[in-house]
């Protein structure tokens, strides 16, 4: 179930995005909620530190158990990166006369993550070669910076 995330890579069709939906429900609530800027960024590297843990630990499991390196059933790998691109713009407080805007740039950050992780440009598609859980994370950890990295240029003023 961790390395599902509760699941949600094992329900059908696009596997990768039903698991990067996790911390976006998660950021639109701390905004919803008003949190501070602090508790947003909490929670997203909470997750991005606890995602990171379960591919990489049980990596030699679920390499055996669904018989592939990556298996698309594993998504907590997806959840790391979808949370560092989200940090591109946690540390805005969501303003309530612009929600539209904050709304705007977290669904931005979703977007561009899926892109990235999906299109593997460069770097992001050689870093699959890491061993084990190593190779499984890091490619969607450099997709969320760089996806995190085109919210916070759109988020400057």
Same mark, same amino acid.
């Given at each position: !179930?961790?390395?599902?995330?509760?699941? &949600?890579?094992?329900?059908?069709?696009?596997?990768?995005?039903?698991?990067?939906?996790?911390?976006?429900?998660? $950021?639109?609530?701390?905004?919803?909620?008003?949190?501070?800027?602090?508790?947003?960024?909490?929670?997203?590297?909470?997750?991005?530190?606890?995602?990171?843990?379960?591919?990489?630990?049980?990596?030699?499991?679920?390499?055996?158990? %669904?018989?592939?390196?990556?298996?698309?059933?594993?998504?907590?790998?997806?959840?790391?990166?979808?949370?560092?691109?989200?940090?591109? !713009?946690?540390?805005? $407080?969501?303003?309530?006369?612009?929600?539209?805007?904050?709304?705007?740039?977290?669904?931005?950050?979703?977007? %561009? %993550?899926?892109?990235?992780?999906?299109?593997?440009?460069?770097?992001?598609?050689?870093?699959?070669?890491?061993?084990?859980?190593?190779?499984? &994370?890091?490619?969607?950890?450099?997709?969320?910076?760089?996806?995190?990295?085109?919210?916070?240029?759109?988020?400057?003023?």
């Amino acid at each position: !179930m961790l390395c599902t995330s509760f699941g &949600l890579g094992l329900l059908p069709k696009a596997p990768g995005t039903w698991g990067s939906l996790l911390p976006l429900v998660a $950021v639109l609530g701390c905004g919803h909620f008003q949190c501070a800027p602090s508790f947003t960024i909490s929670v997203l590297l909470l997750l991005v530190l606890a995602s990171s843990a379960v591919t990489i630990g049980l990596a030699d499991w679920y390499r055996d158990y %669904f018989g592939k390196k990556d298996p698309s059933q594993v998504v907590s790998d997806e959840v790391a990166g979808q949370s560092i691109a989200l940090l591109g !713009m946690a540390w805005i $407080v969501p303003p309530l006369e612009n929600p539209v805007r904050w709304i705007g740039l977290a669904v931005l950050a979703f977007v %561009f %993550f899926r892109i990235f992780d999906i299109w593997k440009p460069g770097l992001i598609d050689r870093s699959q070669r890491l061993p084990s859980g190593w190779g499984v &994370l890091t490619d969607d950890i450099l997709a969320g910076i760089a996806a995190g990295c085109i919210v916070l240029a759109v988020a400057l003023p």
